[in-house]
C-alpha cells in the first residue's frame, strides 16, 4: 500500500503543522472587536463608550500578532471562564426578579481600581455613568411583522456589507429619559446610511434651524370629554400659563432669583429639560425649596432635546398644582404629592450666581447638561418652586424593613387618593420619583372617599413626585403622555422597572389615555420588590426586619391580584 500523500496534500499538512502553535494561542486572545459577554474582562470592555460599534465587530479577518499584542496576552492571562466574584465590584445574580433580566454589567469597577489584595482596604465602589449597549438581533416583544420587516431590510443590504442588528438596551435603573436619548443617537449613528428610507425610520427627528435635529420624545396630550361649545376657539397657551402662574408678564430671570433673596444655594440634579437647585429663602418662613428651571419656547436643543411649548408645559404645571391641593381636600386628602409653593414665567440669561452653581456640580460631579450660559436674552424658562422632600429611595437608607413596610403603605394610600380624586395614574413610579425624609410625626394622615385613615410614620415620610408620563383627569380634561409610539422604552432592559413599562403597553392596550389603575398596581410591585431585595437597610438581624421582611415577601405574592391602588387599601385595612 502506498502510504505517500499527493505533493498538494503533503504541503497542506506541512503548512498546518507549521502554523500550528500560533493559531492555538490566537484562539485564545480576547480581541478588541470580540464580545465575549461572560469573560470577566471583556465584560468591563462592554460598558466603556468607546467600544467598536456593531458594523466594526462583524467579519474582520485576524489580526498577526506582534510583540505588543503577546505582552498584552501574558498580562491579561487566557482564562475565558464564567467571571470570578471576587473579581466584581457588584453582584451579577443580585437582582428583584431574575439572573437574566436583573443582570447588570454597567458599573463595574474597573480592575486597576479594583484592590485584590487583603491586605490593601477596599476602594468606595462607584458606580459607572455609562450605558451598556448588546448585540440584540431582535427583541421578544417584537411582532411578526417585525421579523418580516427585519429579514427584507437585511436583503437590502450589499453582499460585502457589515448586516446591521439593532442594538437592546440596558439601562441603569431609576432615570431612563438620559440613557434612551445617548443611546438613540448612538443607534443613528450605527445605521448604514442609504439602509432605511424616511418612512423607515425606527426614531422620530425634529428638523430644526440647525438642520436634522433633537430625538423627540413623545410629548404630553389632552383630550376633553366633554363637547366644547366653541370648538374653532384657538386657545391662547401663552395666556393660559401665564394665568395659572399668577402674572400678566414674564418677570426677569436676573430679578426674580437674585442671589440676595437665597441663603446657601446649591445644584443638587439634573433632567434631560432642565436644572433642579436648592436653597433657603432669606428673611422667609419656609423650609428649604428646591427649585426646577425649565427653558422653554426656544429654537435652540437644550441637551439635544427640542425645548418643550406653552402647550406641552401646561398640563405639568397643572398635575403639579392640583395633585398638591390635595393636601386640604375634604373627602380624598393627602401630602403624599410634592408640595408646590409657585410657578413663575421669567426671562432672560441665566444669573451669574446659578451659572457658578452648575459649574461647581459640574466640577464635582460632572453635568452631562449643556452650560446654562448658552441661553440669550430672550429666553423664557419656567420656574417650579417646590418643597424639599428628602433623598430619593435609591440612595436613602432604611432603619429596616419596618420601616419601609410602612412606608409602602404611605405611597399605596396616596395613590388611592390620587385614583379617586383624579383617575391618577402614574406610570413612572421608579426608586428614583419616591422621596423620603425624616419626620417626628407619629402618624402620616389621609382621607379617602371621606373616611380619615393614618398610617405609622416609623420616623420617615413619603413623597412622590416627577409627573412627566402621569396620566390625570381635571374638569372633564384628560392630561396624558402618548408612548404609543415609542418603541424603545419597551425593549430596555436592566431592571424589573423595564419590565413594568410593558405591563402597562399590555394593560393599556397602547391606548395612553384611557384610564387602568391597574397600572398603579404593577408600579406598587416593583416598589414591594425593591424594598425586599434593591434597598438599603441598617439593621438586618433584628427580629423587626426579619418579621416585616416576611410581610413584605407575602405581599409580593398577592400584589398583582389587586385592581387599583384602592383595592389594596381595602385589603390592607378591610376598607369597603
Known amino acids: 500500500m502506498d502510504n505517500t500523500l499527493p505533493d498538494d496534500a503533503w504541503m497542506d499538512s ?3 503543522l507549521l502554523d500550528r502553535r500560533p493559531q492555538l494561542r490566537e484562539r485564545n486572545i480576547i480581541k478588541k472587536n470580540v464580545r465575549a459577554s461572560f469573560n470577566i474582562d471583556s465584560s468591563v470592555e462592554n460598558s466603556n463608550p468607546n467600544i467598536l460599534s456593531v458594523t466594526e465587530c462583524s467579519w474582520q479577518k485576524p489580526k498577526t500578532m506582534d510583540a505588543a499584542d503577546e505582552l498584552n496576552i501574558k498580562k491579561r492571562g487566557n482564562s475565558i471562564s464564567t467571571p470570578c466574584a ?3 465590584s457588584s453582584n451579577l445574580f443580585h437582582c428583584a426578579l431574575s439572573p437574566i433580566t436583573g443582570m447588570k454589567l454597567d458599573g463595574l469597577q474597573n480592575a486597576d481600581n479594583h484592590k485584590l489584595s487583603g491586605t490593601e482596604k477596599e476602594q468606595p465602589r462607584r458606580t459607572v455613568k455609562q450605558v451598556c449597549f448588546e448585540v440584540n438581533t431582535l427583541s421578544p416583544e417584537k411582532s411578526s411583522d417585525s421579523i418580516v420587516e427585519n429579514k427584507r431590510l437585511r436583503l437590502m443590504l450589499p453582499k460585502n456589507a457589515c448586516r446591521q442588528s439593532r442594538s437592546s438596551l440596558v439601562l441603569q435603573p431609576g432615570k431612563w429619559r438620559k440613557s434612551l436619548i445617548s443611546w438613540r443617537r448612538t443607534y443613528l449613528n450605527e445605521v448604514p446610511p442609504g439602509v432605511l428610507s424616511p418612512k423607515q425610520s425606527f426614531l422620530p427627528r425634529a428638523v430644526t434651524s440647525e438642520g436634522l435635529g433633537a430625538i423627540h420624545i413623545p410629548q404630553r396630550k389632552s383630550v376633553h370629554f366633554s363637547e366644547i361649545s366653541e370648538p374653532n376657539k384657538k386657545i391662547n397657551y401663552e395666556t393660559e400659563v401665564l394665568k395659572y402662574c399668577g402674572q400678566t408678564k414674564p418677570y426677569k430671570f436676573g430679578r426674580a432669583y437674585a442671589a440676595a433673596k437665597m441663603r446657601d444655594p446649591c445644584k443638587i440634579g439634573e433632567g434631560v429639560y432642565g436644572e433642579v437647585f436648592r436653597y433657603a429663602q432669606k428673611n422667609g418662613s419656609k423650609t428649604d425649596i428646591v427649585m426646577k428651571v425649565l427653558p422653554i419656547e426656544g429654537t435652540a436643543l437644550v441637551n439635544e432635546e427640542i425645548q418643550k411649548t406653552f402647550e406641552q408645559i401646561l398640563p405639568e404645571i397643572i398635575i403639579s398644582q392640583e395633585l398638591s391641593k390635595l393636601q386640604t381636600n375634604q373627602t380624598n386628602s393627602t401630602a403624599g404629592f410634592v408640595d408646590i409653593y409657585n410657578v413663575c414665567l421669567v426671562k432672560g440669561k441665566y444669573p451669574k450666581h446659578l451659572l457658578s452653581l452648575w459649574e461647581e456640580y459640574d466640577a464635582e460631579k ?17 420656574v417650579l418652586e417646590l418643597k424639599f422632600a428628602g433623598k430619593d429611595m435609591s440612595t436613602f437608607t432604611f ?11 404611605q405611597i399605596i394610600l396616596t395613590l388611592a387618593v390620587g385614583e379617586e380624586a383624579f383617575q391618577f395614574e402614574h406610570r413612572d413610579l ?7 425624609k425624616k419626620t417626628d410625626k407619629k402618624q402620616i394622615d389621609f382621607k379617602l372617599c371621606g373616611r380619615d385613615l393614618s398610617v405609622a410614620s416609623k420616623g420617615v415620610k413619603i413623597t412622590i413626585i416627577d409627573y412627566t408620563l ?6 372633564e380634561c384628560c392630561h396624558y403622555n402618548d408612548l404609543s409610539q415609542d418603541d424603545d422604552l419597551f425593549v430596555a432592559t436592566g431592571d424589573y422597572q423595564y419590565d413594568i413599562y410593558r405591563m402597562m403597553r399590555d394593560e393599556l392596550k397602547n391606548n395612553w389615555s384611557s384610564y387602568s389603575p391597574k397600572t398603579n398596581v404593577q408600579w406598587l410591585s416593583y416598589v414591594n420588590a425593591k424594598m425586599i431585595d434593591g434597598v438599603n437597610y441598617k439593621s438586618v438581624n433584628t427580629k423587626a426586619h426579619k418579621t416585616y421582611m416576611q410581610k413584605l415577601k407575602a405581599f409580593k405574592k398577592i400584589i398583582l391580584t389587586f385592581d387599583s391602588a384602592v383595592d389594596c387599601v381595602r385589603h390592607l385595612y378591610s376598607f369597603n
Open 14 to 16: 506541512f503548512d498546518r
Open 86 to 88: 471576587k473579581r466584581l
Open 366 to 382: 460632572e453635568s452631562e447638561n449643556d452650560h446654562p450660559k448658552m441661553f440669550t436674552d430672550n429666553q423664557l424658562f419656567i
Open 399 to 409: 432603619l429596616n424593613a419596618e420601616q419601609s413596610y410602612f412606608s409602602l403603605q
Open 430 to 436: 421608579h426608586w428614583g420619583n419616591i422621596l423620603i
Open 470 to 475: 402621569s396620566r390625570i383627569t381635571v374638569a
